[in-house]
């Protein structure tokens, strides 16, 4: 068995959609295993673009199974339209390529509804910085055991069931946002529409997971956002609503934690985030708007600039103990071309003392201050390299002393958002 899970270990937009569609050439099945279609992955193969939200990165590759695990949170509307637009670029998803678990849960409209106005209406402190499409309410009803799942779609009576209890539940706090009421009897008649479109790909996964190991097939687990990010680890409460961390891989796909020997977590080569809440690297200055422009730091789901920093080793360190991160692969490292001194977050002070952890209480997290260690940089290019020999000395010192620094192996390079412009130092499916 040489399955792996594949997360990020900062914000989120680390490239994992790349990494993941390169290394799913070795894989026999790419699992997606939580997150909603607030999740956006970019891939470029000989110059096509393919921006993905909901589907596993897996289904650029027409020969692999993709599957929706019952930790992702799915929205039966955006699914249509990602799977509409996909196959308007050659790809072509059946029930035989694409599958999606009978307990995943469903995303509402009165998700969306719910979520937008509480974005609203929230003052900056309590601003989350959400993409506002449902992802977080969707959640509250899977822990509040109302939810609507995939496999319900089959059973009419159990959906009028639960579209009358949700009505109930949420109509007096839509009229208190002084939003229209969920008109129940729509909300079936949309469902049953669109349950022909969507019951041919659900599926058992569990036991679909299970076959594929008995038969040897290697699982490539693909996990969205990443640790700072996740419910309980990240920057609370300025994170998504599930679990973000490798664990999450065997419980929202339905397999055993056994089932996962390695786990490679993608960082940047500096920091990114979208939305509200700590970065304690962040730049305002020149140098800061140079690496997003060259890094196109806007979000594939929003369009949103992406706030930038200095890579934290501090941040990453913890992140991989709490993942369990085998290796890491490091993204971007071409954006950082040309700028002379770069800066690694070393330490944190905090009230006159020096730590050397992320705080996880928020309070904390906003007063601490980085402590830099200044690397020289490089003036030759690193765009497009594709073995350890077209890098710089001054680049591979780099990446060694965040190794030093986070305290794991760094096997995997990127140096240019296509597919080809990889660096393999080690096969993360050999172990």
Known sequence: MSNIAVIGVQWGDEGKGKIVDRLSERADVVVRFQGGHNAGHTIVINNQIFKLSLLPSGVIRKDKISVIGNGV????????????????????????????????SLILPVHQVLDQAREKSADGAN?????GRGIGPAYEDKVGRRA??????????????????????YNPYLRYLSEPELDKDKLVSDLIAIAPKILPYTYRVFEQLNHAQRAGKRILFEGAQAVMLDVDHGTYPFVTSSNTVAGQAATGSGVGPTSIKNVLG???????????????????????????????EFGVVTGRSRRLGWFDAVMVR??????GITSIALTKLDVLDGINDLKIC??????????????????????????????????????????????????IKYIKRVEELIDSPITILSTSPAR?????????FAG
Do not use: C
């Not at 196959?87 to 029930?95: A, R, W």
């Open 73 to 104: 949170v799915f929205d039966p509307w955006a699914f249509i339209s990602e799977k509409k637009k996909i196959e308007q670029q050659g790809i072509t998803l059946t029930p035989q390529n694409l599958q999606i678990s009978e307990v995943a």
């Open 127 to 131: 601003k989350i910085g959400t993409t």
């Open 148 to 169: 609507v799942r995939v496999g319900d779609l089959a059973e009419l009576e159990t959906l009028k069931n639960k579209i009358a209890y949700l009505a109930e539940h």
């Open 266 to 296: 993608i960082a940047k080569a500096y920091t990114t985030r979208v939305g509200e809440g700590p970065l304690p690297t962040e730049l305002t200055d020149e140098i800061g708007k140079l690496l997003s422009e060259r890094g196109q």
């Open 318 to 323: 913890q992140a991989i103990i709490i993942g």
């Open 346 to 395: 070393v330490g944190y002070k905090l009230n006159g003392n020096v730590i050397k952890y992320f705080p996880m209480e928020i309070s904390r997290q906003n007063k601490v201050e980085p402590i830099y260690e200044i690397i020289n940089g490089w003036n030759k290019s690193t765009k497009g390299a594709r073995s350890l020999n077209q890098l710089p000395t001054a680049a």
């Open 420 to 428: 080809e412009d990889t660096i393999v130092i080690k096969d993360p």
